[in-house]
């Protein structure tokens, strides 16, 4: 039978909430029509051992990559390299899928043909032990293949909505656009928001919040922690993403406005977020990012004027000023995200 979809489990050191993840995609109903593919990514605990238990017990829909450690990206290019499915979607080891929306999901997937499926979600904090629904607006058309319209993100609340656990992509798509995520590096999930979006024609909206993110655990790559400790990951995504960008971008197209936002909130952000607590070598990498991003007026301007970087959430001053050798390092930070108002004045 064919496959209509492959989900792709990246999975480090996961013992702890691997089984959780993998019992949401078990139905019987719909098995048959999924491959899902476990890339161990050289774990030290016993995450192979439960993922062949999933493997054993299902052989026509879970099957097992064991391989050295290469951080997510190297995880999602095996994956993809071995993908079967009409349709491609991600699935963090420490997430999961609402199985009630997961269920109707895969059985709609005979009846499309999009380019891009794009869900609603569930937005699971850790600390509070709530679920939160994120949905669409009121006025978007679901469940219909529709050519991709700019005013389909138009509003606030559908742009936000644009990330990796809401897409689903045709697998022939993503090959097409030659994604190949950074291999070592963090953040690399970024790629695959990014990259396959520009071979989009087609779109589909599904009302269901398949994807269960966990929001708020320890050492969660999205913290503020993190963006400090992997400050080198962030900066070689967000070059490689820009220098995409800067040869490929066509304002002329349907997406433009949507990788206007996505690019400032999701991909820069973070970078010119961390200079609230990094260093003189942090902040001289950031200038020559800032440098090269200026070399396109509408993105550079965008990104200067928008709320994303004007609004930094000082927060973080507060929580990791005790980091700082002196406030100096807080003042010198705002000195290069505004620099760009110098340059313009001079």
């Given at each position: 039978?064919?496959?209509?979809?492959?989900?792709?489990?990246?999975?480090?050191?996961?013992?702890?909430?691997?089984?959780?993840?993998?019992?949401?995609?078990?139905?019987?109903?719909?098995?048959?029509?999924?491959?899902?593919?476990?890339?161990?990514?050289?774990?030290?605990?016993?995450?192979?051992?439960?993922?062949?238990?999933?493997?054993?017990?299902?052989?026509?829909?879970?099957?097992?990559?064991?391989?050295?450690n290469g951080n997510y990206g190297s995880c999602m290019n095996v994956g993809?390299?071995?993908?079967?499915?009409?349709?491609?979607?991600?699935?963090?080891?420490?997430?999961?899928?609402?199985?009630?929306?997961?269920?109707?999901?895969?059985?709609?997937?005979?009846?499309?043909?999009?380019?891009?499926?794009?869900?609603?979600?569930?937005?699971?904090?850790?600390?509070?032990?709530?679920?939160?629904?994120?949905?669409?607006?009121?006025?978007?058309?679901?469940?219909?293949?529709?050519?991709?319209?700019?005013?389909?993100?138009?509003?606030?609340?559908?742009?936000?909505?644009?990330?990796?656990?809401?897409?689903?992509?045709?697998t022939e798509v993503i090959r097409k656009s030659g994604l190949v995520w950074?291999?070592?590096?963090?953040?690399?999930?970024?790629?695959?928001?990014?990259?396959?979006?520009?071979?989009?024609?087609?779109?589909?909206?599904?009302?269901?919040?398949?994807?269960?993110?966990?929001?708020?655990?320890?050492?969660?790559?999205?913290?503020?922690?993190?963006?400090?400790?992997?400050?080198?990951?962030?900066?070689?995504?967000?070059?490689?993403?820009?220098?995409?960008?800067?040869?490929n971008n066509d304002p002329t197209s349907e997406i433009y406005d949507l990788?206007?936002?996505?690019?400032?909130?999701?991909?820069?952000?973070?970078?010119?977020?961390?200079?609230?607590?990094?260093?003189?070598?942090?902040?001289?990498?950031?200038?020559?990012?800032?440098?090269?991003?200026?070399?396109?007026?509408?993105?550079?301007?965008?990104?200067?004027?928008?709320?994303?970087?004007?609004?930094?959430?000082?927060?973080?001053?507060?929580?990791?000023?005790?980091?700082?050798?002196?406030?100096?390092?807080?003042?010198?930070?705002?000195?290069?995200?505004?620099?760009?108002?110098?340059?313009?004045?001079?």
């Amino acid at each position: 039978m064919e496959k209509l979809l492959t989900v792709v489990v990246p999975a480090y050191n996961a013992k702890d909430y691997l089984s959780r993840c993998l019992e949401s995609l078990i139905d019987e109903s719909i098995m048959d029509l999924v491959q899902v593919i476990v890339v161990n990514d050289g774990s030290k605990d016993n995450t192979s051992e439960i993922a062949h238990n999933f493997a054993s017990k299902y052989p026509n829909t879970f099957e097992v990559i064991d391989k050295d450690n290469g951080n997510y990206g190297s995880c999602m290019n095996v994956g993809l390299k071995k993908a079967v499915g009409k349709y491609f979607r991600t699935l963090d080891s420490d997430d999961w899928y609402d199985k009630e929306s997961y269920v109707k999901f895969v059985k709609m997937l005979s009846d499309t043909d999009a380019d891009m499926l794009f869900c609603e979600k569930y937005k699971y904090y850790y600390k509070q032990k709530s679920l939160r629904r994120e949905s669409f607006i009121n006025t978007i058309d679901t469940d219909k293949d529709l050519n991709f319209k700019k005013e389909y993100f138009s509003d606030r609340q559908m742009k936000d909505l644009f990330f990796v656990a809401n897409i689903c992509y045709k697998t022939e798509v993503i090959r097409k656009s030659g994604l190949v995520w950074s291999e070592g590096v963090f953040y690399s999930d970024n790629e695959y928001d990014y990259w396959p979006l520009k071979y989009v024609k087609t779109i589909r909206f599904v009302p269901l919040p398949v994807y269960v993110y966990v929001y708020g655990t320890e050492g969660q790559s999205v913290a503020m922690s993190s963006l400090i400790k992997n400050q080198s990951s962030y900066l070689k995504v967000a070059n490689k993403i820009l220098d995409d960008y800067l040869i490929n971008n066509d304002p002329t197209s349907e997406i433009y406005d949507l990788q206007l936002y996505h690019l400032t909130k999701d991909v820069f952000k973070p970078v010119y977020k961390a200079l609230l607590v990094n260093g003189k070598e942090y902040r001289k990498k950031v200038a020559e990012l800032d440098k090269k991003m200026s070399n396109n007026e509408a993105l550079y301007s965008y990104f200067g004027n928008t709320e994303n970087i004007r609004n930094l959430p000082y927060k973080y001053v507060k929580k990791y000023r005790k980091k700082m050798p002196s406030f100096w390092i807080f003042k010198s930070a705002f000195k290069v995200m505004y620099m760009r108002q110098c340059r313009r004045k001079n």
